[in-house]
């Protein structure tokens, strides 16, 4: 399996993700087991609700990076009463507080749960190879953490790598184009924490169309990328012609 896309990546677009009409379709497989949409997530969707709303909200920088972080909006106006009218305007209502997104210190992975596949698997780094393509794990088993992304429950994405299959066996993301939104992705951290992803969106690739803005690109949130080999089987080559990635967003930690 061979994973595209050298880390770090060509700078992102000012928003950090690609046009709705640019995105690739995202993969659902027909799995029988269905599950409610999930709400929006990210500062995007709050933003928006409150602008909608005629109301301000604070928005917190990332860690080391100075300046404003606020974003005004003006206060919805009521309006003046009516010539002698002595009843004063009814009070706004209270609206509630926006929290900080979740995010963690630095810990390694050291083991990542899928309930959804039965899937458990222990964690080994990963750097790059000499082509600046990263490298993959040595067998079926274990997943593998690259070492030059965050890690899990780290703002920004946390990526991991591993195996379809090797040598006709199942590897340990043998089901992962399966995932639905919403399906669970337990990291372990070597500091005794346990985060815990959901998933946003699962896409299939050709590996010369890699989404690497995407994959690796800054995040205003603690992300997470499985990525495993899928598509054809090219005899000659002995490589898949896709990559399937999935998007995930830390949901928990304990």
């Known amino acids: 399996m061979r994973i595209s896309g050298a880390y770090p990546p060509p700078p ?4 950090g993700l ?7 379709r995202v993969t659902r497989y027909d799995r029988s087991r269905h599950r409610a949409p999930r709400a929006a997530h990210g500062w995007a969707t709050v933003s928006a609700a409150l602008v909608a709303l005629g109301l301000g909200a604070v928005f917190l920088l990332p860690e080391g990076q100075s300046g404003s972080a606020r974003l005004d909006v003006p206060m919805a106006v009521a ?5 002698g009218s002595t009843t004063p305007p009814a009070p706004a209502a209270p609206q509630p507080a926006t929290s900080p997104l979740l995010q963690l210190g630095a ?10 596949l039965g899937v458990t698997s222990s964690v080994m780094e990963l750097g790059l190879e000499a082509d600046g393509a990263m490298e993959v794990p040595p067998g079926a088993y274990p997943v593998g953490w690259y070492d030059g992304s965050p890690t899990p429950g780290q703002l920004g994405p946390a990526v991991l790598a591993g195996h379809v299959d090797w040598d006709g066996e199942p590897g340990a993301f043998y089901g992962l184009r399966e ?16 985060t815990t992803f959901l998933v946003d969106r699962v896409e299939e690739h050709g590996k010369d169309e890699f989404p690497t803005d995407e994959v690796y690109g800054d995040i205003d949130h603690a992300g997470l990328r499985l990525i495993t080999c899928g598509g054809s089987f090219d005899e000659d080559s002995g490589d898949y012609l896709d990559n399937v ?6 949901s ?3």
């Open 12 to 15: 992102p677009n000012p928003e």
């Open 18 to 24: 690609l046009p709705t009409a640019d995105r690739p």
């Open 79 to 83: 309006a003046a009463p009516a010539s």
């Open 107 to 116: 810990s390694d992975p050291v083991r990542v749960r899928i309930p959804a």
């Open 179 to 194: 995932l639905l939104p919403g399906d669970e992705v337990v990291v372990d951290r070597a500091d005794g924490t346990v």
């Open 245 to 250: 990635i999935v998007f995930a967003t830390l």
């Open 252 to 254: 928990t930690a304990r």
